[in-house]
């Protein structure tokens, strides 16, 4: 029998690892794998025998393990997948256009008139909008590709920590992945991030196996990934390059020239597959295809440079609903080292994000070379080359390099970004945790496990005390088990094999509890509009909306007791009570300046319970206007900015009368509005100003010349910030509304206003 450390010769690269037997067994030394029962995995058996069966030297549970972690898995994110309808709107809305034309879905156009992008680069929306095109419009169409997504991001942390480690550090892995909150978020969900997480994965995948034999092609292939990363969520795509590329050129088990060399290749490789669609969208006539998205002067390289990129560092991102966090906290949460463990964050990734840093530090001065702190037992380090080492650096490396830069970024940021960290912080435990296991018998290592454990605990218990109305007596079955668990682990080398076995198991219980519980909870309920939270009601308070954001998730309604970033409570006057104190959005009265209706510019009326109405009727804004209502100069509100309309039977019946004669059936201010009425009717409609209502896209000129031709039948009134009123963006919607409503007839239909393009006013308006 070998440990984990002991198989090399079916993977190459350096010199492998025995740290030490058991603590009651003689050192070991390298041995031949044993060897496999007769027809078991050889390559002549069945296929089917060969996938069950797993490779020869895995113990017999290993694969089926596996395949059992890849299926509950599956099942876990498909749960009543359908509860979250549309998702994001906004995305939603480009995939239904991508379907219906394939120049809107090679441009990511929110629309298949093709007016303007969504404000990201397409490829994580063709995955649904093939979907789509097979299997028609519905929310597991949209969302099964993401589950799909999160299924491989699993499998392939197995991989990539199963190939150098064990089977059981893979699997561990892949459990700690899949319970993570946020990744049960975001893997059910339509935003970019669930794609992002897989190719960030298979980066580091590729970089590790180029780090065991050096061949070129491994590099080449992280290249790719980074890539079409790239064509995913563009700049961010780049944040774990500095740490891979570092620690590539240092470890590879190859001359310094060469490791230059593929590391120039990969480069040539990310250029190739991820600029050859930043090359068309440049070059392409911008009188022929769609505005992008989110720029200012139609340039996907500005977006990409700006509100897209160096604008999320530093908060200046032109045409945004704001920036600027700072030190001091700010619409996006306060900036610091803590940020990924505050109250705003802290819920959705940082459960083992303690145990992973600390398993990072131990298992990196535990391959340093010559280190005394491994058994005396098995083959010596392999230098600079070491795997071991090597993995640890390219894991712990990206988690390091992205939780800085999501730590200090000034401008927008929503908790669902951490999903990025959640394939590092897996991979770092179960590597860890195994590693330590193999030197139990040293009592640093068992000491370093009880540490582990009892800060897992003492964490989980903090972030579940929170919300000391969910579950109240998980917090101390989490505290109390760590604890004991801890105790047993700093004896582990005394201690039976059962003994030792239980006191490992209860450790696990103890530190997946809290995160399983806020999955299962996540899992159980929708989500929907741009911002969405995992966990129960008030596990994160950052943000324009904690339940599924804005328009609702589930049952609940949007914000989190009502008001905007950084808001918590709502008080009974109808205001709500921000964090430290700070006044919220008032909650009542239509007013004539700030807000009205406690809504963002350009909300009038208020329905008498003080909220807003969202997508598929659940509850929305506290304080805030219907979307879809009469606006000021086509402001609409933040409702509509975030989430969009409730488009009633008879709204959608006036939208389809006539539809085929025009381009877009309607034109609306913000994306999310005009995704929620074409996504009811499946006919185009623009979105006047992008998804803040503040791009110039369309001019006024060109939008009156859209009308003179007859391709736009109604304006809905409503919509995004429009008029200027977001972060130095356009007014042009501002003024497209303004000559809307002082030239073309008005209709009213139950509680939402259009313009009829096609009818001169002649001093009256009509209401059905």
Same mark, same amino acid.
């Given at each position: 029998? =070998? =440990?984990?450390?002991?198989?090399?010769?079916?993977?190459?690269?350096?010199?492998?690892?025995? %740290?030490?037997?058991?603590? =009651?067994?003689?050192?070991?030394?390298?041995?031949? #794998? !044993?060897? #496999?029962?007769?027809?078991?995995?050889?390559?002549?058996?069945?296929?089917?025998?060969?996938? @069950?069966?797993?490779?020869?030297?895995?113990?017999?549970?290993?694969?089926?393990?596996?395949?059992?972690?890849?299926?509950?898995?599956?099942?876990?994110?498909?749960? &009543?997948?359908?509860?979250?309808?549309?998702?994001?709107?906004?995305?939603?809305?480009?995939?239904?256009?991508?379907?219906?034309? @394939?120049?809107?879905?090679?441009?990511?156009? *929110?629309?298949?008139?093709?007016?303007?992008?969504?404000?990201? !680069?397409?490829?994580?929306?063709?995955?649904?909008?093939?979907?789509? +095109?097979?299997?028609?419009?519905?929310? %597991?169409?949209?969302?099964?590709?993401?589950?799909?997504?999160?299924?491989?991001?699993?499998?392939?942390?197995?991989? $990539?920590?199963?190939?150098?480690?064990?089977?059981?550090?893979?699997?561990?892995?892949?459990?700690?992945?899949?319970? =993570? #909150?946020?990744?049960?978020?975001?893997?059910?969900?339509?935003?970019? &991030?669930?794609?992002?997480? *897989? *190719?960030?994965?298979?980066?580091?995948y590729f970089v590790i196996r180029g780090l065991e034999d050096g061949r070129t092609k491994w590099l080449v292939w992280a290249g790719v990934a980074v890539g079409f990363a790239f064509l995913t969520k563009t700049l961010q795509a780049f944040l774990i390059l500095p740490a891979l590329a570092l620690v590539y050129g240092v470890c590879a088990p190859v001359r310094l020239r060469k490791r230059l060399a593929q590391l120039g290749l990969a480069t040539v490789a990310l250029v190739v597959s991820g600029g050859w669609w930043v090359a068309i969208v440049e070059l392409w006539p911008a009188s022929s295809r769609p505005y992008i998205g989110g720029s200012q002067n139609n340039s996907f390289l500005e977006l990409t440079f700006g509100y897209n990129g160096l604008g999320r560092i530093n908060g200046d991102e032109t045409g945004s609903v704001g920036g600027g966090g700072g030190g001091n906290g700010g619409?996006?949460?306060?900036?610091? %080292?803590?940020?990924?463990?505050?109250?705003?964050?802290?819920?959705?990734?940082?459960?083992?994000?303690? /145990?992973?840093?600390?398993?990072?530090?131990?298992?990196?001065?535990?391959?340093?070379?010559?280190?005394?702190? +491994?058994?005396?037992?098995?083959? #010596?380090?392999?230098?600079?080359?070491?795997?071991?080492?090597?993995?640890?650096?390219?894991?712990?490396?990206?988690?390091?390099?992205?939780?800085?830069?999501?730590?200090?970024?000034?401008?927008?940021?929503?908790?669902?970004?951490?999903?990025?960290? /959640?394939?590092?912080?897996?991979?770092?435990?179960?590597?860890?945790?195994?590693?330590?296991?193999?030197?139990?018998?040293?009592?640093?290592?068992?000491?370093?496990?009880?540490?582990?454990?009892?800060?897992?605990?003492?964490?989980?218990?903090?972030? *579940?005390?929170?919300?000391?109305?969910?579950?109240?007596?998980?917090? %101390?079955?989490?505290?109390?088990?760590g604890l004991v668990a801890a105790l047993g682990l700093v004896?582990? $080398?005394?201690?039976?094999?059962?003994?030792?076995?239980? /006191?490992?198991?209860?450790?696990?219980?103890?530190?997946?509890?809290?995160?399983?519980?806020?999955?299962?909870?996540?899992?159980?309920?929708?989500?929907?509009?741009?911002?969405?939270?995992?966990?129960?009601?008030?596990?994160?308070?950052?943000?324009?909306?904690?339940?599924?954001?804005?328009?609702?998730?589930?049952?609940?309604?949007?914000?989190?007791?009502?008001?905007?970033?950084?808001?918590? +409570?709502?008080?009974?006057?109808?205001?709500?009570?921000?964090?430290?104190?700070?006044?919220g959005f008032p909650g009542g009265g239509t007013g004539t300046g700030g807000f009205p209706g406690g809504g963002m510019p350009g909300q009038s009326r208020q329905q008498g319970n003080g909220t807003t109405q969202g997508q598929n009727g659940r509850q929305g804004f506290p304080g805030g206007g219907r979307t879809g209502d009469g606006g000021m100069g086509g402001g609409g509100g933040i409702g509509g900015l975030l989430n969009g309309a409730n488009v009633s039977s008879a709204a959608k019946t006036l939208l389809e009368t006539d539809a085929s004669k025009y381009t877009w059936v309607a034109a609306s201010i913000g994306s999310q509005n005009a995704a929620s009425y074409q996504l009811a009717t499946g006919d185009p409609v623009m979105a006047i100003g992008g998804f803040n209502g503040s791009d110039p896209s369309p001019t006024p000129a060109q939008f009156q010349k859209y009308v003179a031709e007859g391709r736009v039948h109604y304006f809905i009134s409503g919509g995004g910030f429009g008029g200027g009123g977001s972060n130095g963006g356009s007014d042009v919607a501002s003024q497209i509304s303004s000559w809307v409503q002082q030239n073309f007839k008005k209709v009213t239909v139950g509680s939402a206003t259009f313009y009829d393009l096609t009818q001169k006013t002649s001093g009256g308006s009509s209401s059905s």
């Open positions: 029998m =070998t =440990t984990h450390y002991e198989q090399s010769a079916h993977q190459g690269g350096a010199a492998p690892h025995a %740290w030490g037997p058991p603590p =009651t067994a003689p050192p070991r030394t390298p041995a031949t #794998p !044993p060897a #496999p029962a007769p027809g078991a995995g050889e390559p002549g058996q069945p296929l089917m025998r060969r996938l @069950w069966r797993g490779r020869p030297e895995d113990p017999r549970w290993a694969r089926p393990a596996f395949l059992g972690l890849l299926l509950a898995t599956g099942l876990l994110y498909l749960y &009543d997948l359908s509860a979250s309808g549309y998702a994001n709107s906004f995305y939603s809305a480009a995939v239904q256009a991508g379907s219906k034309s @394939w120049k809107a879905f090679f441009f990511g156009s *929110l629309d298949a008139g093709n007016a303007i992008t969504v404000d990201k !680069p397409p490829a994580s929306l063709w995955p649904m909008a093939l979907s789509v +095109r097979i299997f028609g419009l519905d929310s %597991w169409a949209i969302l099964v590709p993401e589950v799909v997504m999160g299924v491989l991001t699993v499998a392939v942390v197995y991989a $990539a920590v199963r190939r150098r480690f064990s089977p059981a550090a893979g699997l561990i892995a892949g459990a700690v992945l899949a319970l =993570t #909150p946020v990744a049960a978020l975001m893997f059910r969900f339509n935003n970019p &991030d669930a794609l992002l997480a *897989l *190719l960030m994965a298979l980066t580091v619409q996006w949460g306060a900036t610091g %080292w803590d940020r990924m463990f505050n109250s705003e964050i802290g819920s959705q990734i940082s459960w083992l994000l303690p /145990a992973a840093l600390i398993l990072l530090v131990a298992g990196l001065v535990l391959t340093l070379p010559h280190s005394r702190l +491994r058994s005396s037992g098995g083959t #010596p380090m392999a230098g600079r080359t070491d795997l071991v080492r090597g993995s640890f650096l390219a894991w712990g490396g990206s988690l390091l390099m992205t939780a800085v830069i999501f730590s200090y970024m000034a401008g927008i940021f929503h908790q669902y970004y951490t999903v990025a960290l /959640a394939p590092y912080i897996a991979a770092l435990v179960g590597m860890g945790v195994t590693v330590l296991w193999e030197e139990r018998s040293r009592t640093w290592a068992s000491l370093t496990l009880a540490a582990t454990a009892t800060a897992t605990a003492a964490w989980g218990y903090v972030l *579940l005390n929170r919300t000391p109305d969910y579950l109240p007596w998980l917090k %101390w079955l989490v505290l109390v088990g004896f582990v $080398a005394r201690l039976g094999r059962q003994l030792a076995l239980a /006191a490992v198991g209860l450790g696990f219980v103890a530190a997946l509890a809290g995160p399983t519980a806020y999955t299962l909870t996540t899992v159980n309920q929708g989500h929907t509009g741009s911002i969405v939270t995992a966990g129960p009601a008030g596990a994160s308070s950052m943000g324009f909306g904690g339940r599924g954001g804005p328009g609702g998730g589930g049952t609940r309604g949007g914000f989190p007791g009502g008001g905007m970033p950084g808001q918590s +409570r709502q008080q009974g006057n109808g205001t709500t009570q921000g964090q430290n104190g700070r006044q």
